[in-house]
């Protein structure tokens, strides 16, 4: 018996010592993808409406970092120069807050250049209440190019030429991450570039209700009329004066909206403008009512061809006919999915909101 136990511990420690053999050694943690980041947008001299402003009330230069890749980036102890090639003049950014310098897939952050305290002394190299402050001032007069480094000092990213670069305007990519280096339209720091997407947008018919007995929307007098929400898609307002909106196709110019009148026509930028449809033709109120058991909506910027437009009904119809106190919208603005908006469900009618 003695024997028996005695090989059974023999084994036991045997097998024990195997298993911690074979467990898990721990991992270093994931290289960063540095090559995921590139120099977006950058401006020599910020005068109107400056992104940071200085102590002594001049608004700093700043370079705009875009991550074109699918996963998250901590540019700690990165290094940025405006004298590429000379170590000297290279800036490490600080590695102390990293949910600062951590950029996400497709996202933006800003390093604010030549920034100066109240006393007129330069802002050193540092991260201060969440923003990241480079001691290197950009010029248009001296300087050529901005470069971006790893922290071994390999060249990661480098702009294109800015020397000439007129005051308050700032010199990107024309897409976000790619694309050539040019003059932008607009200064959008830590937002995407003038260009990279459609500056104008479209208007689209975003949701609409044909019966409507407990829903009130913004100036319709509290009589609880159709309704029709138009949503601007693009990343400036539109004015929708001198458009036109119809529920028949064939008659793309039955209401025209005013062309006088800015303040009410213009769909700001992912904004929201509602048509009421009571009858009235004046202003927003459009000259018919939409049928309950269904017909058309449509808008047209010439009056002759339809912009946006969709038939609804019961079924066999572009868009399914809500019923009363309900409406049919995009699934999220402008999106081309509809579905119905019911009352007193989780996704109610948002006449003037999102639809998100």
């Known amino acids: 018996m003695k024997k028996y136990v005695f090989i059974t511990m023999i084994a036991a420690l045997f097998f024990t010592g195997c298993v911690k053999d074979e467990q898990p050694q721990p991992q270093p943690p994931a290289p960063e993808n540095y090559d995921y980041i590139v120099i977006n947008e950058l401006i020599t001299k910020d005068t109107t409406n400056p992104y940071f402003l200085s102590g002594t009330g001049e608004g700093a230069d700043w370079i705009e970092l875009y991550n074109k890749g699918n996963k998250a980036v901590n540019i700690a102890d990165m290094w940025v120069t405006d004298n590429p090639g000379t170590e000297g003049d290279y800036q490490q950014i600080p590695n102390t807050h990293s949910n600062i310098t951590t950029i996400p897939p497709k996202g ?5 250049c030549g ?3 109240a006393g007129g002394a330069d802002i050193p190299t540092s991260i201060v209440d969440g923003k990241i402050f480079i001691d290197m001032g950009l ?3 001296k300087d050529n190019f901005v470069a971006l480094y790893n922290p071994e000092k390999n060249e990661v990213d480098k702009s294109g030429d800015f020397n000439g670069l007129e005051d ?4 990107g990519r024309s897409v976000d991450g790619a694309g050539e280096w040019q003059v932008m339209a607009a200064k959008t720091p830590g937002a995407p570039n003038d260009g990279s997407t459609p500056v104008a947008g479209s208007l689209v018919i975003n949701e609409f209700m044909a019966s409507n007995d407990s829903w009130n929307v913004p100036g319709d007098n509290g009589d609880q009329p159709d309704w029709i929400e138009i949503y601007n898609t693009g990343e400036t307002a539109i004015d929708m004066g001198g458009w036109y909106a119809t529920d028949a196709m064939d008659d793309a110019a039955k209401y025209q909206l005013p062309t006088d009148n800015p303040g009410l026509t213009t769909v700001p930028a992912h904004g929201f403008l509602v048509l009421i449809c009571d009858g009235v033709g004046e202003g927003l109120h459009a000259n018919f009512k939409l ?10 910027s010439d009056g002759v061809s339809i912009t946006d437009g969709y038939s609804f009904c019961d079924t066999g119809c572009d868009l399914q006919n809500p019923g009363t106190d309900n409406s049919t919208g995009r699934d999220g603005d402008g999106n081309a999915t509809w579905i119905v ?16």
């Open 108 to 112: 933006f952050v800003v390093l604010i």
């Open 115 to 117: 920034a100066k305290d």
């Open 139 to 141: 010029s248009s007069s």
């Open 168 to 171: 308050d305007k700032s010199f």
């Open 291 to 300: 049928s309950s058991g269904g017909e058309d909506v449509a808008i047209s």
């Open 341 to 356: 908006f019911q009352m007193g469900s989780d996704r109610q009618p948002t006449p003037g909101e999102s639809n998100n």
